[in-house]
């Protein structure tokens, strides 16, 4: 499998005409600037607002396939994708520099998520409903919403597109697909994938375009009644506007949006199990999933101790080209890089920082012993651990979105679980405890969508109900069967075989 070095914004069988010009974009290799990935022309508002058009005069006929067949079509992916598992992670960790390693398992999360689904064609189960009246029968059948636009971010260019996409083809939509510019080779090498196992070219339309004309675009098709479901994984700032669009469209979107994920450990913790989940956690995939660790929160007992573990694990850890066997590559693209430099900003004189000897970009002059590669050609950081975190520190409200973690201590499990709920967030969370009776208390307690007992915040098994509540999203879930909800609406059949009007609660014999 290759990717064109150029790609157009819309990818379909008859492209819209560009009304305006939306750009170039180069994806470039993180770890090595001088590479580039992929070629993008940016498309404007119109290009999106077409898609969407196409889109829903596509969805029709493909909504008419029975489902199991539109499932032999999502089984075809998941093998075409397997067989070519290597390719696709190769260029995973080509274009945004995540681990070989884990970009492996990415690919794995879009196979797994198609064996899914695949029988989820010979399900879509309704109901038959018991009437207050006799001879007459009621049922409910899941209808697809007709077209959903899905906005994705670039840190899980694979995974996270798919628990949308796969979905909402099985369910019988079409999807007007706008992936994150940084990951647009992976983005295309998934879609062509798509149209290879039979999703009709119109009926999946990849759109590139910046964030502004996305909302244009996206703008135009709500009112135009093209688009019928927003999906958007990003950040909490950008969901917000997603959010207050749909609303004055009368949309209820699908946000998955930040995290501020807290790992509390108990003093009764196994601590070496807790630093290699927090190292996981906190520094892999240099800290760039919505799942990643957060806050450390830690038992007062154990806090230095447990400090310092992690500090030695986190000096001995590897970090430099995503090749090679490291904990992590480089930052995502330049504004990642970006951001991660005004978050270390905002470290204070009270923080002791940790797990390096410096702190911000690996270079010449601020080297990292056992670095892999050259630090020059990419966007490498230093790990960092911050002791001595405070509630009123902009690191422990805010996602980092980059290799840094914060330490603050506790007394109380209610103490560390309003320390966890503290921020506002509510995507992962996990406690390190030999105690079930702690396990579960914090289970209880904490407003997490998702919570581990004894692993890490991040990782989530592909068909568990994926999402967060508070500032993380709006209580939507993806994947497994609870996303079925996204991307259908309930429709119920009222079925009178009486030969007679019967006028519910008006004619029924409540003796
Ligand atoms: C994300 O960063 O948007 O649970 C998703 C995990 C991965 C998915 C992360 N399976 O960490």
Not at 170 to 196: I, T
Not at 233 to 256: D, F, I, M, W, Y
Not at 387 to 402: A, V
Request: net charge negative; hydrophobic share 40%; glycine share 12%.
């Amino acid at each position: 499998m290759s990717v064109q070095s150029t790609l157009s914004s819309v990818i379909g069988p008859d492209s819209p005409p560009r009304t305006d010009g939306g750009g170039q974009y180069l994806s470039k290799n993180p770890a090595n600037l001088d590479d580039v990935v992929a070629e993008v022309e940016l498309g404007t508002p119109e290009t999106l607002a077409s898609a969407a058009e196409q889109a829903q005069r596509a969805q029709r006929e493909w909504a008419q396939l029975p489902a199991p067949v539109r499932g032999r079509v999502i089984a075809g992916l998941g093998r075409l994708v397997e067989s070519n598992k290597e390719s696709l992670a190769r260029l995973v960790t080509r274009e945004i520099g995540k681990p070989y390693t884990e970009a492996l398992g990415e690919v794995q999360e879009i196979i797994d998520t198609c064996d899914f689904f695949l029988g989820e064609g010979r399900r879509l189960y309704g109901q038959t409903v018991p009437s207050e009246m006799p001879d007459k029968q009621l049922f409910t059948f899941r209808v697809p919403v007709g077209v959903a636009a899905i906005i994705t971010a670039g840190n899980f260019p694979v995974a996270v597109p798919s628990w949308y996409l796969v979905p909402a083809l099985l369910c019988g939509n079409a999807v007007v697909w706008k992936p994150a510019e940084y990951a647009a080779g992976a983005a295309r090498a998934v879609a062509e994938m798509a149209w290879k196992a039979g999703v009709p070219k119109g009926v999946l339309n990849l759109v590139y375009a910046d964030g502004e004309a996305t909302f244009e675009g996206l703008e135009r098709a709500l009112e135009a009644g093209t688009v019928n479901k927003v999906g958007f994984t990003g950040s909490s700032a950008v969901g917000k506007r997603v959010g207050e669009l749909c609303g004055r469209h009368l949309q209820n979107p699908c946000l998955e949006l930040g995290g501020k994920n807290p790992m509390v450990v108990a003093a009764d913790a196994d601590l070496d199990l807790a630093v290699e989940g927090a190292l996981f956690s906190g520094w892999g995939t240099a800290g760039q999933r919505c799942t990643s660790l957060g806050n450390l929160i830690v038992h007062r007992d154990i806090h230095e101790e447990f400090v310092n573990r992690l500090d030695n694990a986190l000096r001995a850890a590897t970090v430099g080209d995503p090749g090679g066997d490291v904990l992590y590559g480089p930052m995502l693209d330049q504004k990642f890089a970006d951001n991660f430099d005004s978050i270390l900003g905002t470290l204070q004189p009270h923080h002791r920082t940790l797990g390096s000897d410096s702190v911000g970009r690996i270079s010449e002059s601020a080297p990292r012993k056992g670095f892999q590669g050259d630090p020059a050609s990419g966007l490498f950081y230093h790990p960092v651990l911050v002791d001595g975190m405070r509630t009123d520190d902009h690191i422990f409200g805010n996602e980092t979105f980059g290799p840094i973690v914060g330490v603050t201590t506790y007394e109380t499990l209610d103490e560390a679980i309003e320390l966890g709920n503290a921020p506002g967030y509510g995507l992962s969370a996990a406690v390190y405890t030999t105690d079930p009776s702690t396990a579960f208390r914090f289970r209880q307690g904490i407003g997490a969508g998702m919570v581990s007992v004894n692993n890490s915040t991040s990782g989530a098994e592909a068909h568990l109900p994926f999402g967060g509540n508070g500032k993380s999203g709006n209580g939507g879930r993806l994947s497994g069967m609870w996303v079925l909800d996204q991307f259908t609406r309930w429709q119920s059949l009222n079925w009178d075989f009486s030969g007679k009007l019967q006028k519910a609660q008006m004619d029924v014999d409540t003796v």
